[in-house]
């Protein structure tokens, strides 16, 4: 198995497209390795070099209920009564810790995006 590392955007690109012809290979055959070796690779590179910031956390809160076809009632476990969750969803109201440990447990929002500071 011949495989260099990613050390730039030609690089990259050529994987990119590598991969896309291995896209059905099976899992287990030199193929299937191939592709989960270079999967791996370009994982690492757009890391370091395409870091994500984690969403505000309304904006998280807004996410997972519109995928989820949920109401601002749904959220009254978690945040309170009706009146609250609008304070939150409309920001006049920071997230509690409480909130936010009920948000994550609930509804599997990252922690991590709950607990940055609001845009």
Known sequence: MDIKPIRNEADYRATLREIETLMTAQAGSPEG?????????????????????????????????????????????????????????????????????KLHDAFGIPAESLIRKSA
């Not at 791996?40 to 995928?67: C, G, N, S, W």
């Not at 989820?68 to 959220?75: A, C, E, F, Q, V």
């Open 33 to 101: 390795d191939r592709l989960d070796v270079l999967v791996t690779l370009v994982e690492a590179y757009e890391r370091a070099h395409f870091p994500m910031d984690l969403p505000d956390p309304i904006e998280a809160i807004k996410f997972v209920m519109d995928q989820r076809g949920l109401t601002p009632k749904d959220l009254e476990p978690a945040i309170g009564r009706l009146n609250r969750v609008y304070e939150v969803l409309n920001r006049t109201r920071p997230l509690t810790l409480a909130m936010i440990r």
